[in-house]
């Protein structure tokens, strides 16, 4: 069984200002999610994968008439995502690992170290620019060996599509929505295209050529501990796989229905949301906000300007005294008592 994850869209009101490193938390938050996938369903990573593509707004509407939005350009944010999967990656399989060690631990909370719990060395990701090759590389992405810093793993960046160039695409290759190597494998004759024939014609079509830098990152995140044994490390002389970890959690928790996500995406786009300035942002926000509270009891999160971020839970509704009832029956027997 594999299980992989796509980012779709990811976007900037223009209302964080010197907060948008709050954008790669986000994005770091959501891969250390991803441990679910481990604890439900025991298998030993997820895949990660995504399409860059600058474009002035992806998620919230009139955004590129807002002055405070820095809108990057298409070599700008290929750069940018790699960069934010490097720390994501690295801050995902330290504090996953972290975490399962914690879980690993006997009763002394010693972990045996060696063949049988580790924390993984790298974590392999994959990137490719269609219609650039790999000498290029360096000069698009940056180096592609991250060294990682302190106790976080490095990321093992590679050039290219995870999948050997000969392989038939439509037998490999995932398709996600919006995605032009969908619309490309959707044509009908491109039953026997390879891979490598796929990135060909990539870099010649439309969204992805005609002087256009766009990027697909792909990785492969650690879920669990290398271990020794295929199924569970055993630490102390007993098996702990079944112990519960801090981010404990069933693999269907928090997941959107297809009509759930229509529905957010119809009250994203609604007409009178408006992120052009600071006040109409601010009352998109809450009208977003009340919408996922009251449809998903999602809390809103408020960001200040000094801080941390806080979230505020929907207050728990006060006891009431119950209406008081209307009993005719009631009535009518006071009325005869008062007439007799």
Request: charged share 20%; glycine share 6%; with cysteine.
């Amino acid at each position: 069984m594999a299980v992989d994850a796509c980012i779709e869209k990811l976007d900037t009101s223009g209302e964080l200002g010197a907060r948008m490193p709050l954008a790669r938390m986000l994005v770091a938050g959501y891969l250390c999610s991803l441990q679910k996938y481990h604890n439900a369903l025991d298998i030993p990573a997820v895949g990660v994968h995504l399409f860059a593509r600058a474009q002035h707004e992806y998620l919230f509407a009139k955004s590129r008439d807002n002055p405070g939005k820095h809108a990057l350009d298409d070599l700008a944010l290929v750069r940018w995502w790699k960069r934010t999967l490097d720390h994501a990656l690295a801050y995902a399989t330290s504090t996953m690992s972290s975490s399962l060690r914690h879980a690993a631990a006997g009763p002394d909370g010693c972990v045996t170290d060696g063949p049988h719990v580790r924390q993984p060395e790298s974590t392999v990701a994959y990137c490719v620019v269609p219609g650039a090759d790999a000498s290029e590389a360096p000069a698009l992405i940056g180096p592609q060996h991250d060294t990682g810093s302190g106790d976080a793993p490095a990321v093992d960046w590679r050039w290219g599509l995870p999948h050997p160039a000969e392989s038939r695409a439509h037998d490999c290759v995932l398709q996600f929505p919006d995605d032009p190597v969908t619309r490309l494998l959707a044509e009908p004759h491109s039953k026997n295209w390879s891979v490598a024939m796929l990135l060909e014609m990539l870099s010649v079509s439309e969204e992805c050529g005609a002087g256009h830098r766009t990027a697909y990152f792909s990785a492969s995140l650690p879920v669990a501990l290398a271990t020794g044994h295929p199924a569970s490390a055993q630490v102390g002389g007993s098996p702990r796989a079944d112990q519960p970890t801090q981010a404990s959690e069933s693999a269907g928790q928090g997941t959107l229905t297809p009509e759930d996500y229509d529905n957010t995406l119809l009250a994203l786009f609604d007409r009178d949301m408006d992120f052009s300035c600071s006040d109409s942002a601010a009352r998109s926000s809450k009208r977003l906000a009340a919408y996922l509270t009251a449809t998903f009891a999602i809390p809103s999160v408020t960001i200040a300007t000094n801080g941390p971020a806080t979230a505020h839970w929907p207050p728990a509704p006060r006891a009431s005294a119950p209406p008081p009832v209307n009993d005719l029956t009631a009535a009518i027997r006071k009325r005869r008592k008062v007439d007799q």
